[in-house]
């Protein structure tokens, strides 16, 4: 949780050195332009929030096509957003609402699924399980 506090932190004390700093250089109309330039980041972000949201929208929660594919194209750091983006699918939520670390689940059809520990918001640990070979 520390280190989200901190990201936090330094987002909004660089966004307030950015329009003091455009003040300072250009007066009213350099903090106008770094106030546009501001909203356009975030509708960037929130226009790709949209896209991908309305990608899964149609998908059953926690199906995936692969789960093996999944576990071998996984890299710790990610945030859950860019898994949501991999797989196509929301993950079926394993862990207590608002409890750390949060842990969500993949399956497949053929039974095996990826389980994804992400601590402060970023992919930590994952673990793939397959079913017993008869």
Known sequence: MRGM???????????????VLAHAQFGWPGVAFAGAGLVMWLL???????GVMKRVANR???HVDSAVMLNAKLQPGRTLMHVIAQTRALGERLSVEAAQPEVYRWSDDSGS???????????ARWKLDRPAQD
Do not use: N, Y
Not at 5 to 19: N, P
Not at 113 to 123: I, N, T
């Open 113 to 123: 699924s990826v389980s994804c520990e992400f601590e402060d918001g970023k992919l």
């Open 44 to 50: 960037l972000h929130f226009t790709r929030l949209m």
């Open 5 to 19: 506090k901190f990201q936090g932190i330094l987002l909004w004390g660089g966004v307030a050195a950015l329009l």
């Open 60 to 62: 059953p929660i926690g």
